[in-house]
């Protein structure tokens, strides 16, 4: 290890030692740590699809109901969403590298303790674990590209960032179904074992030690943000399975959601009064970029949740496809999103966002439009791998330039916080999104005489009767107006964006460790 003496700022060419944004030498590489993180935050998105498509498996080795199945997935996503807007100021105080290895460690373990356990309780707690681990490392991995990339060259990382977010979310589905049918459902799993241990030892290596900024923390802030987001999420999670209305005695799914809301409300104003360093810096959202970068990845985050779902029942229900089948449909996106992100990326650096953006939430308007008509007992399938190829074009366009608007102009002392909210952000708007396309199958089935709820859904993994095949499929069409809607709001929302002003950071001497690795 060495150290070098830097600035926070970047230097003028003609400064005689000149150092990056973060106070990094001109000859640091930040592109090896960026993809050392990658790893670790590839893996832990993995986890938000991959366990889907094993539910069943799981249901019926560990005995028990499709209740405690889906708990399997909403306890990782509550575990993992509400401490965000925490994890993110923890990186600021304590380092982002620092926090990152801590995260990585105890998701690697939860992993290993979740194929291990023999009973669905065990596996519910294991992932309420696995989700607090994933929570510390998020931030820490937008918030080093913040740090390490001068604002200017930010849009080809966030391109990466952003890529590597959508990969995940449409490769889960295919590789849980391989790993379930040829292993079993442990495997999901154990796999994230020596890809953990590979990730820890490069982060240890190629991740720079980045100086932490003394915050008071505000630990009334931290109370009420935990608890607010608690009861949102919970609410919006298990809204569904109590059809939205009552739980246990006085208690309900709406009076959840209203006092999450309360309670939120009520942090929001402590924000503004707390004398101390406030969690979350509201003067954050004075810059317009990244209130409307936040609102246009909520959008993104609802509208990809949603749009899954109702393919994945149609697939596997409808036409009788195997969960690979059905995820094989996902890889045409996928693959366009990954060639076209390294372009699309360069061009975030130059190009005014709103163009972008505005190619993205077009392009996936008319992609689930034309992928909800397609939905059909008789269509061919090779004509649902066209409107799949389009989606990929707009991911590559949605992801990187709201990832690189939102960070643009922050400054450095706030790049965990803002990372926070950032993510925040996009993990409640997917537990809304999949909230709301839950409830509008449910409305849409029962419109077509196909009542039952949750039964209604399982019947869509199993061998479905030819007569319910056609209103079934007709169900899921519709359903794909939602995903429709929110990127058609999205296309409103980006006309919003400013042409970026590269932020300056005040000078100010620190000290960097650098790996000699790097």
Known sequence: MSVRRGRLDRMTSSAPAATSTSGLPDDYRPWPALWAMVIGFFMILLDNTIVSVATPDIIRELRTDFTNGIWVTSAYLLAYAVPLLITGRLGDR????????????????????????????????????????????TPQTMAVITRTFPAAKRGSAMALWGATAGVATLVGPILGGVLVDLAGWEWIFFINVPVGIIGFVLAVRL????????????????????AGMFLLVFGIQEGERYDWGQIDGFLSVPLLIAAGVAVLGLFFWWQTRVGSEPL??????????FAVANIGIALV?????????????????????SPIQAGLFMLPMAAVLMVLSPFVGRLVDTVHPRTITLVGFSTATVAMAWTGLLIDVDTPAWQLLLPMALFGVSNACLWAPHGATATRNLPMSAAGAGAG????????AAALGSAAIASLIGARLAAGGLEGGAESFQAAGSSMPPQIQAPFAQAMSEAYWLPVACFAVGIVVVMFFRAPQHHREPVADTEVVVPSAA
């Open 94 to 137: 304590f380092g982002p590298k620092n926090v990152y290895l801590v995260g990585l460690v105890i998701f690697t373990l939860a992993s290993l303790w979740c194929g291990l356990t023999g009973s669905i309780e065990g596996l519910i707690i294991a992932r309420v674990v696995q989700g607090l681990g994933a929570a510390l490392m």
């Open 207 to 226: 991740v720079p030690t980045l100086p932490t900024h003394t915050h008071s923390f505000d630990l009334v802030g931290v109370a009420l943000s935990a």
């Open 280 to 289: 979350v810096p509201l003067s954050l959202f004075r810059d317009r970029n």
């Open 301 to 321: 985050s609802a509208a990809i949740t949603a749009m899954a779902l109702p393919f994945m029942f149609y697939a596997q229900g409808a036409r009788g496809w």
């Open 421 to 428: 909210v950032y993510n925040t952000t996009r993990q409640v």
